[in-house]
């Protein structure tokens, strides 16, 4: 690049070809298959002093076409063709959109953000309107970490800006460099979206996968992909993302990560979903002045649980072995404090049970249990003020059991 440079200047693009492209297939109810057209379309955004250019071939009949428009080639710096298009033609369309950006604008760190943003649209909430994610990959807090802008679309051309993304937040990430669409890879009905960080880790690289939902984008990333932990020695894992393929024909779509630095395409593919529902039934009420079990040592309340399992998913195995635990008194637990409700296992006390279940797909199984319910002793020292300022002695009773029932 440097000896470029020398010799033709800074401001002469080496073309640059096939930086973004984009097939057009053949796709039932499209303008493709009325015309009968498969292009090969490839942006070449170095052309003609940064003009940038579009070329594109007809596969079907080996034709050859490029852009003839002295009005956008009269325009220095324009980068047309740095960006795919947005998808497939979906019907006959008239008309032009344009973007334009003044490289001659004084504030050159926020044009070199806008140059390189990345634009995604996809309906991430299954409403059947489009909504837009707007990459700029040399967003700074520090330097160049990148960030994603979510626009979710309110009908009548209204889009609303959601959240914004930032992945890890690393430093010189570039988080936004790629996007693609995935496609619905967890079974949960919207679909799914990756977000490219080729610089993070000292140019190591990483994608992140998000997943859409019925408001919007969940703004947690679900799964961090590290070129490192892929391979060690890919280097710019995540430059490129395309997504949406089943290449395996597991019934979910797969993943192609390309890692520039290392001249290598990296193809993960999905595994099926497994969605497991469960089911935990107990009484509405037991009574506790009137025990109905006997835990070995003394009367004791109790209550029976039932807990059903059933598991479903596309294109998965017919049965499945399933480990669980279940805990009782889980509110009391995660304050670290002594559970009132216990299992007898083995003739010891327990406030867990660990299980394993063999389960068949979308046949519900249930299994039953018997709790216990601690009487626990409290230090009375006094009737409360309201049970004591009773208006009468009918009154008073139903408020003394009240307290009496608390204490136990």
């Avoid at 080996?62 to 063709?81: E, Q």
């Avoid at 039934?281 to 006997?294: G, K, R, S, V």
């Avoid at 002793?377 to 009240?402: C, H, I, N, Q, T």
């Amino acid at each position: 690049m440097q000896q470029y440079k020398k010799k033709y200047g800074e401001e002469h693009g080496s073309c640059q070809a096939g930086i973004a492209g984009f097939f057009t297939e053949v796709s039932q109810g499209t303008c493709m298959e009325e015309l009968g057209l498969e292009l090969v379309i490839m942006g070449a955004p170095g052309s003609y002093y940064w003009t940038g250019t579009v070329k594109v071939l007809n596969v079907t009949d080996s034709t050859y076409y490029k852009l003839n428009d002295d009005a956008v080639i009269a325009r220095r710096y324009t980068y047309l063709g740095q960006e795919r298009p947005l998808s497939s033609f979906k019907r006959r369309l008239t008309g032009k959109v344009v973007m334009k950006v003044d490289p001659r604008n004084d504030h050159n760190h926020d044009l070199d953000i806008i140059q390189k943003a990345q634009v995604l649209h996809i309906d991430l909430n299954s409403d059947g309107l489009s909504d837009l994610l707007v990459g700029a990959p040399m967003f700074s807090e520090i330097r160049d970490e990148g960030q994603v802008t979510v626009f979710i679309n309110r009908g009548n051309g209204v889009l609303e800006e959601q959240l914004t993304l930032d992945g890890d937040s690393s430093y010189n990430a570039h988080f936004g460099e790629s996007m693609a669409a995935l496609g619905d890879i967890d079974d949960d009905g919207f679909p799914d979206v990756a977000i490219g960080a080729p610089k993070e880790d000292n140019y190591i690289g990483a994608v992140y996968i998000y997943h859409g939902d019925a408001s919007g984008i969940i703004p947690q990333y679900s799964m961090k992909l590290s070129g490192q932990t892929i391979n060690p020695k890919l280097r710019m894992f995540g430059q490129s993302i395309s997504g949406g393929v089943d290449m395996d024909s597991n019934g979910y779509p797969d993943m192609t990560v390309g890692a520039f630095l290392s001249d290598n395409v990296v193809l993960l593919r999905s595994r099926p979903v497994i969605t497991m529902n469960i089911t935990i039934f107990l009484p509405i009420a037991i009574n506790i002045t009137a025990p109905q079990c006997h835990d070995g040592l003394q009367p004791v309340n109790c209550l029976n649980v039932t807990a059903c399992f059933r598991f479903s998913g596309k294109h998965v195995p017919g049965e499945i072995g399933l480990n669980y635990n279940l805990t009782a008194d889980v509110a009391k637990k995660e304050k670290s404090q002594q559970p009132r409700v216990y299992f007898v296992t083995s003739g010891e006390t327990a406030g867990q049970i660990t299980e394993k279940l063999q389960l068949s797909f979308m046949q519900e199984k249930c299994e039953h249990y018997l709790a216990y319910v601690k009487r626990v002793v409290m230090r009375w020292y006094r009737l409360a003020r309201e049970v004591v300022d009773a208006p009468s002695l009918k009154v008073f009773k139903v408020r003394l059991d009240g307290a009496l029932s608390n204490l136990v």
